[in-house]
């Protein structure tokens, strides 16, 4: 009886006020019916509580049990303005989107009595810098792109916006990091969803990404249309092209717009019909072997009218990069730009599982795409760009040390247009507009306000970068090598990233010598012209003690050379 009154008594009491006050106002003052009318309609809740059959908690405590849900709903938000700290990463601290906010609405950026980083505890990283400084006039850094086969190069900014699509971002949105790409002369790249009158409005210039959908340049099939691409890729506005092979966030895996979602606009943006589910598979259907992905952007390349083409990806299997490494060697195609997307990276929505688990995070990437085209000695005509929580310019500095030309920034560029990582992307719910279809909802993001804060962050960020620069002694990014960057391993060991991520000499690979595990063995089973490896890894690994002491590259039944080491 006691555990029976206990479940109910807050029920209990809101009926037996709501009785008291009802009498109060019938026989005395008809002021009490404002406590009487809200409690008229918690009665009403406590009893669809007791009679809904969804949730235990509400038929075990009606009334009271909703608070449960109440308190859930808001959790993220009283945890990330109450409870973490300002260092603390889920998924960007409130240091990193605080420097953001700050740069972008040209507010001081500076911090008070000292560093809040605990600069000994392990993974604490730091650049070298210089007894003689350098001095940085003109903080503008650029890479031009485009290899022997372009004919129309693009200086291209060291920090860009990364891959978004509209559909995932809102009209708004689009239109600010536009202009804002505009105003601060850097790119923006279209996202996998396709070009947009939002993209075209403030002539910011593009990058155009092509996913498996092939969205704005595909058939009624869904097939890659060459007369479609064409028409799109050689207007003024399009500087680059972009295959995007996998995505950090969600490599392997396809995606579905709901056709709910499918409006006459993203529908005239992706070359789709209006209401329809919008598709992109998991795979592309204009290639499937690696020499015909390089035989694809040798195409893009002759239809935009020689603008650089390259593509992007998450690595995974070592092999299927390095039988894309063999395919250019054999064709003598090689892409203009590769850009390497570490598997930190975000997305609108993903799988859990994907999200946590799948795909190689940026920093081991990056150095393994590097090291292999420097091993092939193509290093030098194809660039590299790189994407996955790069925010300031010390993220910058790492990974440009690490190999990388170029930058690109999705979520840095969502808080300088007004994101506060309410993480509701998929709700079509977002509190400021940035990814929502709701017009509603998306007129709160002013874009002349919106679009000079995405150029101030990118002037920020970089005039940042060239302070970096100057304390370490340098005068271009492209000067940053792995040494300048310092890593503490644990307490009493550092070690320089170079260390870590050793360098190949210019041409090694062709020389048939491997002096890192991870070439010894998945350079031999990568073929040209297929991403399926030449014999099977665990038939590589169970072999490597039996080619511990040879330097010779392993035959197909014999695996790798290395005894006891791992592939990493």
């Given at each position: 009886m006691r555990q029976w009154l206990t479940r109910y008594t807050a029920f209990y009491v809101i009926i037996a006020l709501t009785a008291l006050s009802l009498l109060l106002a019938?026989?005395?003052?008809?002021?009490?019916?404002?406590?009487?009318?809200?409690?008229?309609?918690?009665?009403?809740l406590g009893m669809v509580d007791l009679t809904q059959t969804r949730h235990a908690i509400r038929r075990n405590y009606p009334v009271i049990g909703n608070l449960r849900f109440l308190f859930e709903a808001v959790r993220p938000e009283i945890r990330q303005y109450f409870l973490e700290s300002d260092t603390q990463q889920l998924p960007f601290s409130r240091a990193d989107r605080s420097l953001v906010y700050q740069r972008a609405k040209q507010q001081v950026d500076k911090r008070p009595f000292g560093t809040q980083q605990e600069v000994y505890g392990n993974g604490y990283e730091w650049i070298n810098h210089s007894m003689n400084p350098s001095h940085i006039a003109d903080p503008e850094f650029r890479v031009q792109v485009g290899g022997p086969s372009c004919t129309q190069p693009y200086s291209l900014s060291v920090l860009n916006i990364s891959a978004m699509s509209f559909g995932a971002l809102s009209a708004n949105a689009v239109l600010a990091l536009n202009k804002g790409a505009r105003m601060g002369n850097f790119a923006h790249d279209t996202g996998e969803g396709g070009v947009s009158t939002y993209h075209l409005r403030h002539s910011g210039d593009l990058i155009w990404n092509i996913g498996s959908g092939y969205f704005g340049c595909r058939d009624e099939q869904g097939n890659f249309s060459p007369e479609r691409f064409a028409e799109r890729a050689t207007q003024d506005h399009i500087k680059m092209i972009e295959i995007k092979l996998s995505q950090g966030a969600k490599p392997g895996h396809g995606g579905i717009l709901p056709g709910a979602k499918v409006t006459a606009e993203i529908a005239a943006a992706r070359g789709v019909p209006v209401g329809q589910d919008c598709n992109s598979p998991p795979h592309h259907s204009a290639f499937s072997t690696p020499v015909e992905l390089l035989q694809f952007v040798e195409q893009l390349r002759t239809l935009s009218g020689g603008k650089p083409v390259g593509f992007k990806l998450c690595i995974g299997h070592p092999w299927e990069w390095f039988a894309i490494a063999k395919a250019m060697l054999k064709t003598g195609i090689t892409p203009d730009f590769i850009v390497v997307d570490g598997a930190e990276g975000g997305t609108g929505a993903a799988p859990v599982e994907f999200v946590d688990h799948v795909g190689t995070p940026l920093r081991e990437a990056l150095r393994l795409v590097h090291n292999t085209l420097v091993g092939i000695g193509l290093r030098e005509q194809i660039r590299l760009g790189a994407s996955g929580k790069i925010i300031s310019a010390f993220d910058m500095a790492r990974i440009m040390a690490l190999g990388a030309d170029w930058c690109n920034s999705a979520r840095g560029f969502m808080f300088a247009v007004g994101c506060i990582q309410a993480q509701a992307c998929h709700t079509d719910k977002c509190p400021t507009g940035v990814t929502t279809q709701d017009p509603l909802r998306q007129k709160a993001l002013v874009v002349d306000d919106k679009s000079l804060?995405?150029?101030?962050?990118?002037?920020?960020?970089?005039?940042?970068?060239?302070?970096?620069?100057?304390?370490?002694?340098?005068?271009?990014?492209?000067?940053?090598?792995?040494?300048?960057?310092?890593?503490?391993?644990?307490?009493?060991?550092?070690?320089?990233?170079?260390?870590?991520?050793?360098?190949?000499?210019?041409?090694?690979?062709?020389?048939?010598?491997?002096?890192?595990?991870?070439?010894?063995?998945?350079?031999?089973?990568?073929?040209?012209d297929s991403f399926e490896p030449a014999y099977s890894l665990s038939k590589a690994l169970s072999s490597l003690n039996d080619q511990a002491d040879h330097d010779e590259p392993p035959k197909k039944q014999d695996a790798a050379d290395s005894a006891g080491q791992t592939l990493a």
């Open positions: 019938l026989f005395g003052s008809a002021g009490w019916l404002w406590l009487a009318i809200p409690g008229m309609a918690l009665c009403a804060r995405v150029a101030s962050f990118h002037t920020n960020t970089l005039k940042a970068l060239a302070e970096l620069l100057a304390a370490a002694g340098l005068k271009h990014p492209d000067q940053l090598r792995p040494h300048h960057i310092a890593r503490r391993i644990s307490n009493g060991e550092i070690r320089v990233l170079s260390a870590l991520f050793p360098d190949l000499e210019k041409g090694e690979l062709l020389r048939g010598h491997y002096r890192q595990t991870i070439f010894r063995v998945g350079w031999p089973m990568a073929n040209p």
